[in-house]
């Protein structure tokens, strides 16, 4: 085959970047300052917005799209001109907590139908190890009626963008690569690293790079795990979980997690994928499944937490109005999949309390739409309680005279991510 990277940053051809989220879009954008890039997402709504600079997730700035060789399409037929394929679309669970692996499918058969000899075709979506090649190149071979390996070939690059960071983005981030042969990997080494500084690092198979991004997830999650469950031993002796993390921190080689809400679309989803391919193996994880156990429980624990607290000051539930200051996965973005607030939401609704909701980066629509709640605009006062989810910039600042100004009677403030600890004297202040 010949040098693709060298008829990429000539122009020659074109690199197809599928699905354009969180994931693919910085990516097609970055790729889209050296070389022709074709923008392919199935949302045709996505892709009008798109085309006139505007990023609904919030990521992207309206300058992030100038002098950028770029065409945003939902057409497979703009995807003729290509000769690689990157795949960033989602992999989400299902309700039984199994991976769901119709998105990525569903992108193998577009790329397939297009697919012509000396391509390449590249994965970034998070899988278990074996998804790749035991599900993608399958399909990509029987629907094309090509062979792998001699008329196209595979690679894995798992993403590593994080949203709402400002540091450590994508050019500045290392990026591990893989593929299905050494000439696949040295050819796309090369091209991911026309746009990452950061450096390149090659992997031995397609699987272990693909077990390196479940695992980074999977150990955050872990170590999460056990500090939500520290929380509740600690909160039950009354002692603060995050002065004992200040003081445990003084010891260097002592690993400072935090206790919290994990959800969002990698950490909360990712080990599932891993616990999947587990039980394929007929192992039974034990340490990965049980930290699921504890960090998809915290919404629950903390609302009865909240709902003992209301009680505890003989507030009558059913007449209790609570504050729930953000609902995204996490702070300073506008993303609420996957989001452990609903959890909590639910649950004090389940007791009878009228939960009101702000956030000043989730769309209410979006909101409306995914968990049918409906945000307000702004807090009205009155509330018998104020819990503060999600450390947004926009909260960091207020002071206790801001939330007893909302508050009934010097009300409680539940400051989750203990935001406010040693700031508040005369609220009933409590955190994990």
């Known amino acids: 085959m010949d040098n693709l990277y060298s008829k990429l940053a000539k122009k020659e051809t074109k690199l197809a970047l599928i699905g354009l989220g969180y994931v693919g879009l910085p990516l097609a954008l970055e790729f889209a300052k050296y070389m022709s890039v074709v923008g392919f997402d199935v949302s045709d709504d996505k892709i009008s917005l798109l085309k006139r600079g505007i990023d609904a997730t919030g990521e992207m700035s309206e300058c ?16 003729k001109e290509c000769s690689i394929y990157i ?13 769901d692996l119709s998105p990525l499918l569903s992108a193998t058969k577009t790329i397939a139908l297009v697919l012509n000899r000396g391509d390449y075709v590249v994965y970034e979506s998070t899988v278990y190890p074996g998804c790749t090649e035991e599900e993608c190149v399958p399909l990509l071979e029987t629907l094309s009626g090509l062979k792998f390996g001699e008329d196209f070939k595979v690679g894995y690059s798992p993403e590593r963008i994080n949203p709402g960071e400002k540091i450590h983005t994508l050019p500045d981030t290392i990026k591990v690569v893989s593929g299905s042969d050494e000439e696949t990997l040295e050819q796309l080494s090369a091209i991911y690293g026309a746009i990452v500084k950061a450096g390149i690092h090659k992997a ?4 272990v790079a693909e077990a390196a ?28 979980t995050y002065d004992v993390l200040d003081a445990a921190s003084t010891k260097w080689n002592f690993l400072k997690f935090y206790p919290g809400l994990v959800g969002g679309h990698c950490i909360g989803v990712d080990p599932y994928y891993l616990v999947h391919k587990a039980s394929k193996l007929k192992y039974h994880t034990q340490i990965i499944s049980r930290g699921r156990f504890v960090n998809d429980s915290m919404g629950g624990y903390i609302a ?8 505890a000051k003989e507030i009558n539930l059913m007449e209790a109005k609570v504050l729930i200051m953000g609902i995204t996965f996490k ?32 769309d209410k629509q ?8 409906d945000m307000v605009e702004m807090a009205e006062g009155g509330y018998s309680a104020i819990m503060v989810a999600v450390a947004h910039n926009d909260y960091v600042e207020l002071d206790e005279q801001y939330f007893a100004s909302l508050s009934v009677n010097e009300g409680i403030l539940a400051d989750i991510k203990g935001l406010y600890r040693n700031r508040i004297t005369k609220l009933d202040y409590w955190s994990l």
């Open 64 to 79: 992030d799209f100038h002098d950028k060789d770029i065409l945003f399409t939902s057409s497979i037929d703009d995807l």
């Open 87 to 99: 795949v960033a679309v989602p992999t989400p669970i299902d309700e039984y907590n199994n991976p």
């Open 204 to 207: 031995p198979s397609i699987k």
């Open 213 to 240: 991004k479940i695992i980074e997830n999977t150990q955050r999650d872990v170590n999460i795990a056990l500090m939500n469950e520290l929380s509740i031993i600690l909160g039950r002796m009354n002692i603060n």
């Open 304 to 311: 009865k937490k909240l709902i003992k607290k209301l009680i």
């Open 331 to 362: 702070e300073n973005v506008s993303d609420i999949r996957n989001s452990k607030v609903v959890d909590i939401i639910k649950e004090l609704t389940d007791y009878g309390v009228k939960v009101d909701v702000i956030d000043p980066y989730a």
């Open 366 to 373: 979006d909101v409306k739409k995914e968990y049918g709640i």
